[in-house]
């Protein structure tokens, strides 16, 4: 969308970001008000401008600012999260990592982990299998609905075992 603003409304990015910086405005609705009734700006460039403004899609942030916004107030996890970040990362050179809002995705040809500080005092790691018997600390998806099969709870870096490093190694195989 970028690539083609200045074309469709007349002015870039930064252009837009200035306007909407001189009126003052908190919400995205009322910037989408504004730009669609002042300009006449589609609903979608409207929408666009207003996340780009108020940097609130993902696409904004760096990788990092995302990770590290999951962990304020969770600062305990951080090891953890780097940790299973390197299990992860030794799968493979084709391991992809996707920063989200709350959670970081693992994929593969599809997502085969998923790790989220779920509280200020554990981790979620969700992990696909297609069809694997739930059983220990390998229990049901629970919060990650079809996202992920397995969910294991961690609240220490110990718990990032053999069992686990090991499970991990499994999701990875069958994503492949």
Same mark, same amino acid.
């Given at each position: 969308?970028?690539? =083609?603003?200045?074309?469709?409304?007349?002015?870039?990015?930064?252009?837009?970001?200035?306007?909407?910086?001189?009126?003052?405005?908190?919400?995205?609705?009322?910037?989408?008000?504004?730009?669609?009734?002042?300009?006449?700006?589609?609903?979608?460039?409207?929408?666009?401008?207003?996340?780009?403004?108020?940097?609130?899609?993902?696409?904004?942030?760096?990788?990092?600012?995302?990770?590290?916004?999951?962990?304020?107030?969770?600062?305990?996890?951080?090891?953890?999260?780097?940790?299973?970040?390197?299990?992860?990362?030794?799968?493979?050179?084709?391991?992809?990592?996707?920063?989200?809002?709350?959670?970081?995705?693992?994929?593969?040809?599809?997502?085969?982990?998923?790790?989220?500080?779920?509280?200020?005092?554990?981790?979620?790691?969700?992990?696909?299998? =297609?069809?694997?018997?739930?059983?220990?600390?390998?229990?049901?998806?629970?919060?990650?609905?079809?996202?992920?099969?397995?969910?294991?709870?961690?609240?220490?870096?110990?718990?990032?075992?053999?069992?686990?490093?090991?499970?991990?190694?499994?999701?990875?195989?069958?994503?492949?």
């Amino acid at each position: 969308m970028e690539a =083609n603003l200045k074309d469709k409304t007349g002015k870039d990015l930064s252009e837009w970001k200035a306007i909407l910086a001189q009126q003052g405005f908190v919400k995205h609705g009322e910037m989408m008000k504004y730009l669609k009734g002042e300009y006449g700006v589609s609903h979608g460039f409207a929408n666009f401008i207003a996340l780009k403004y108020r940097e609130a899609d993902a696409g904004s942030h760096a990788a990092g600012d995302l990770v590290d916004t999951q962990y304020q107030g969770k600062e305990a996890l951080r090891p953890i999260y780097e940790k299973l970040k390197a299990v992860l990362e030794a799968l493979g050179s084709d391991v992809k990592i996707a920063p989200k809002k709350t959670a970081v995705s693992f994929r593969r040809k599809r997502q085969f982990a998923l790790v989220q500080p779920t509280t200020k005092t554990r981790i979620d790691l969700g992990l696909k299998f =297609n069809d694997r018997p739930h059983a220990g600390r390998l229990e049901t998806s629970g919060p990650f609905g079809s996202m992920c099969s397995h969910r294991v709870q961690l609240t220490g870096l110990d718990q990032v075992d053999e069992e686990i490093i090991e499970a991990i190694r499994a999701a990875y195989s069958e994503a492949g």
